[in-house]
């Protein structure tokens, strides 16, 4: 591996090794993020609704 | 041991258990991903034949990998659930149905990436090809008739029942290479004698599928809790949870 730009661009191959690369770091973050926000709210919610509850 | 197992099928135990668990099973995450980009983008050679663009191997085969383990917890967590009505293994069941679609996705995807520059065409309806597409359907089912049924146990037995039908499709991959003439390549590693691969360019591969491995406990645990939560909404040791909030 002599240069950065010779690492890019993976003997003519570039396109194809980083758009497959980027595609599975989008997919595997978003696996990921999207059910830790999900998280986050459902326990707002829950802890909105239990509030509520003790009021009424 | 079996009195961890025992304690670790109880709700409340799992959720705290599993919240603690989270960070270190990142961390390991992170450990064999980092080995395993270093190891496969930078120090393996290019291959004789494909040139650099075999690259895409190290994410290609721990996704299809991954694809058809998932699909077994699946099915198995399933079965479980559905003879001994065990909350948490339908819970596994439904948390893993994301991932698996997920990485059947990938594997689909970069192997049609792949094979543009190796076959010239991104799609061929050939045998190994076709049935990880079934398979991604199944998936897909799945999780859309989870959505389809309000009572979650009712869903989970119907889930599971289409999970099970759906592992005759397994077999149907691994071994499609093998029993019709495909244009998708045999298998590499998992030969019973020496596997065609050299150990600079093994390592890194099994690496990056303990990596997604991991990476697939992190995803399922962080699901299952989201899942758990919502169905024991009004039991006490979520009153209780949320209540210091």
């Not at chain 1, 396109?15 to 709210?41: D, E, K």
């Not at chain 2, 049924?149 to 039908?165: G, P």
Request: net charge positive.
């Amino acid at each position: 591996m002599n240069s950065l730009a010779e690492f890019l661009h993976m003997g003519g191959y570039g396109s194809y090794v980083w758009s497959a690369y980027g595609i599975a770091l989008v997919a595997m973050v978003l696996a990921i993020i999207v059910p830790l926000r999900q998280h986050t709210s459902l326990r707002q919610r829950l802890t909105r609704q239990l509030k509520r509850k003790k009021e009424s | 041991m079996m009195r961890f197992i025992h304690q670790l099928a109880s709700p409340p135990f799992f959720y705290r258990f599993s919240g603690k668990a989270l960070p270190w099973l990142f961390g390991l995450f992170a450990l064999f991903l980092i080995y395993g980009l270093y190891g496969g983008l930078v120090l393996a050679p290019a291959d004789y034949q494909q040139g650099e663009s075999y690259r895409i191997i190290y994410i290609h085969v721990p996704a299809a990998w991954m694809s058809l383990f998932i699909y077994m917890v699946m099915a198995i967590s399933g079965a479980i659930g559905l003879i001994w009505r065990i909350k948490l293994a339908e819970v596994v069941a439904i948390s893993s149905a994301p991932i698996g679609a997920m990485f059947t996705f990938l594997a689909l995807v970069t192997g049609s990436i792949w094979g543009k520059p190796m076959w010239g065409t991104w799609w061929e309806w050939e045998a190994r090809l076709t049935s990880e597409l079934v398979l991604l359907f199944l998936y897909l089912g799945v999780i859309a008739l989870y959505n389809a049924v309000e009572d979650k146990r009712i869903a989970s037995r119907a889930v599971a029942i289409l999970a099970l039908v759906g592992v005759v499709n397994i077999p149907i991959i691994h071994y499609s290479v093998e029993w019709w003439n495909t244009l998708h390549q045999g298998p590499t590693v998992t030969k019973f004698d020496k596997p065609s691969i050299h150990l600079s360019m093994l390592l890194p591969l099994l690496s990056m599928a303990v990596a997604f491995k991991v990476y697939y406990g992190v995803g399922l645990l962080v699901r299952a809790r989201n899942e758990l939560l919502q169905r024991e909404r009004n039991t006490g040791w979520v009153r209780e949870l949320l209540h210091d909030e």
